[in-house]
């Protein structure tokens, strides 16, 4: 992946202004076969994450039961409908996140939360391995009150789990999700469609419990 070397976010008024129509971009999952847009019913939510390489970090969640969809892009920036070649120069403030939309009564959000921080290293601040840049913070964007209450407990109870380990502090920033831009086609379910595909995620070996 595309490696920055700008590791501070920039203010609204610096970023690029983007364009007023979405990028191409698939609208069936590869792998599901399922529409990759909503609206969503059944009952489905959806939360985003941002973890680093977004093809390693899909391809983690599309594999749990009772995930309905997942989708790669950019958000928690500020340039309207990002290219890749713009969130990877640092002029956008987005990070490359994942979209995971599941069925609640099928799959926890803390199942999800144990995925998320199982599956990449949240003491990087705006880095993963090699991969450096904004683009690549750790991050939890929520749509509802009780997953970011949720998504703060876990924050706190891994580090307690880290600092026993002697790891860092995690720097993984948790908000209410903004505007979710759908990446380019190719980078959907890239590792499906590219089994022999690299990416570097990879986490610290630190377990997460599902309930302290």
Wanted: proline letters at 4%; one cysteine or more; charged letters at 15%.
């Amino acid at each position: 992946m595309f490696s920055s070397s700008k590791t501070n976010i920039i203010s609204e008024a610096e970023a690029l202004p983007g364009r007023p129509i979405p990028i191409e971009t698939s609208h069936t999952h590869f792998v599901f076969g399922e529409p990759m847009k909503g609206p969503f019913e059944g009952g489905e939510l959806s939360v985003i994450f941002g973890m680093g390489c977004f093809w390693g970090a899909e391809k983690n969640f599309w594999q749990l039961t009772g995930v309905v969809t997942t989708a790669v892009g950019y958000s928690a920036g500020f340039t309207l409908n990002p290219t890749y070649q713009e969130v990877c120069s640092g002029q956008t403030g987005h990070n490359e996140v994942v979209l995971v939309v599941y069925r609640p009564q099928e799959i926890s959000f803390n199942a999800l939360l144990k995925t998320f921080w199982e599956s990449h290293n949240p003491t990087q601040g705006m880095r993963q391995g090699n991969d450096a840049g904004t683009q690549y913070r750790s991050g939890i964007y929520t749509s509802t009150v009780e997953q970011n209450s949720l998504a703060q407990e876990s924050k706190r109870n891994y580090q307690k789990a880290l600092s026993t380990a002697d790891m860092g502090k995690v720097t993984t920033e948790i908000q209410a999700a903004g505007e979710f831009y759908y990446a380019e086609d190719y980078h959907q379910q890239y590792l499906a469609k590219n089994p022999a595909g690299y990416c570097g995620l990879g986490g610290t070996g630190v377990a997460y419990a599902e309930s302290y």
